[in-house]
DNA sequence: TGGTGTGAAATCCTTCACAGCA
DNA sequence: TGCTGTGAAGGATTTCACACCA
C-alpha cells in the first residue's frame, strides 16, 4: 500500500530530476518505459516502480503522455516555480576561477534559483569581478545571508577552507550546500549536502 | 568471506577516495573510527566495514596510522601514480565560461590526470582562449583522442549536445566521462560516467 | 499484443553485536 | 578499557512476475 505522504528516496529524486530535463527535448507525444529504458540505460521495472512511488495520476496504459508526465513530476518534486514558490535564492562562496564561471546568471535560468550574492576571502576579487548581483567580503556573509534570506550555496573555495565555510554556511541558516570542493562536509543534519567535485569524480571513473 | 579479487562496490569507493584527502590533511598520527565518523558524518561501523572490504591489512587495534592507513588505500584505490602507472590523459569537451575555467592545468595537479585537450565546435574559443596545452576543433576530437591516447573526458557542453558528444567520445575510445550537463548520457557499459552537473545537485537539495 | 501498476523476491548496503586484541 | 574485524541481521533499492487494461 501507498503512503499519502510521499516519502520518496532520494535515489529516486535524482533520477525524475534528470528524467524531466530528458523528457523536456523529447519530440513524441507519448512515451513508454522502454523508450526511457533506451535513453537513459535505468531499466523499465525500475522507472515504473520509481513512478508508481512518486504516486503519479495514471490513465493511460501503453505508454505516459510526455508533456502530462514532465508537468506532473514537476510539481511533485516542487520544481515548478510561480508566484506562491518563488525561486530560491542562492549564493556562490568562492570566487576562484570556477566560482566566478558561475557568476553567469543566466547558468541557473530556468532552474528555479537566482544568484543573489557571490563571496570570497580575497578583497581584490570582489572588487575587480563584474556581476548583474553584489559580491562581498567573508566577513560578510553571515550578515548579508541572514538579511538576503538567502537558503542556497554553492561552494568553490579550496579544499582547506571548505569545512570552515560550510559551518559559517550552516550556522548563517542556509538549508543546502553543493559542494564542488574534494573536501567532505559535515554538517549539522537539516543541511543538506550535495558532492559534484570535478575531480573526485575523475578518481571514481579512473 | 573476502574475496581476494577485491571487488568493492562504487559506494565504498566513493567514500574511500573522498577519505583520501581527508587523511592528507589530518595532523595526528593514529585515527580512529569514531573520529572519521565526527570528521565526515558516516558512522563507525560502516567506515569499519569499508576497510574490512578493502581488505587492509591489519595490525593495530586501537586505531589506525593515518599516514599508512592513506598509503593504503591510495594504492588500492589505484590513486598512486609513477613511473610504472602514469597518469591519466584527460580533455575537456566544450569550453564555454565553465569549461574554460577548467583549463587551469593546476586545478587537476595532485589528481592523477593532466589536461592534453580541450575542444569545441566555437572556432572562436578555440582560437582566443590560452591555455598551456592545445585547444581543437571539435571535429578534430576523435583524431586527436586517438593520436593522443586520451582515456578520459570532462563534458561541459550546453545540454543539446551532451548526448551526441558522448557518443563521438565512446567511439573514439574514451573509457570515462564526467557528465558536468544536466543531461543523462546513455553510453556503451565499457563508459563509465559520473554526474557532476550543479543545477541538478541544487534541484536535489531543494 | 504491447504496454502499465503492483507486490513479492532478490540483491545490495548499512548497522548491529560481539569476540579478540593491545 | 577502548578499539578493531567480522559475520549476521536489518533496511533500502532493484528486479521479477504477472494481473490487468486499451
New interface residues.
Given amino acids: 500500500m501507498q503512503s499519502s505522504q510521499l516519502k520518496v528516496p ?1 535515489i529516486v ?2 533520477r525524475m ?3 524531466c ?2 523528457l523536456a ?1 523529447f519530440s513524441k507525444a507519448k512515451i513508454t518505459s522502454q523508450e526511457i529504458k ?4 535505468w531499466t523499465a521495472s525500475t522507472i515504473r516502480h520509481d513512478f508508481w512511488l512518486m504516486d503519479l495520476k495514471k490513465g493511460v496504459s501503453n505508454g505516459y503522455f510526455t508533456a502530462e508526465l514532465r508537468q506532473e513530476l514537476e510539481e511533485k ?3 515548478k516555480t510561480d508566484a506562491e514558490k518563488p525561486e ?1 535564492k ?1 549564493c556562490i562562496v568562492g570566487l576562484n ?2 566560482g ?3 557568476l ?1 546568471e543566466n ?2 535560468s530556468e ?3 537566482t544568484i543573489k550574492a557571490g563571496f570570497d576571502t580575497n578583497l581584490y576579487r570582489v572588487e575587480i569581478l563584474r556581476s548583474s548581483f553584489p559580491l562581498y567580503p567573508a566577513t560578510q556573509m553571515d550578515f548579508v545571508i541572514k538579511k538576503e534570506k538567502i537558503e ?1 550555496a ?1 561552494l568553490t573555495v579550496d ?2 577552507n571548505a569545512q570552515s565555510m560550510a559551518e559559517k554556511l550552516s550556522k548563517a541558516g542556509v ?4 559542494n ?1 570542493t ?3 562536509l ?2 549539522p543534519e537539516n543541511v ?15
Fill in positions: 532520494e529524486k535524482k530530476i534528470q528524467l530535463t530528458l527535448s533506451a535513453l537513459t540505460g518534486l516542487g520544481l530560491k542562492l576561477r570556477l566566478a564561471a558561475l553567469d547558468m541557473f532552474s528555479g534559483f542556497y554553492v579544499s582547506k538549508r543546502g550546500i553543493v564542488m574534494d573536501t567532505v559535515k554538517v543538506k549536502v550535495e558532492n559534484v567535485s570535478v575531480v573526485n569524480a575523475l578518481k571514481i571513473i579512473k
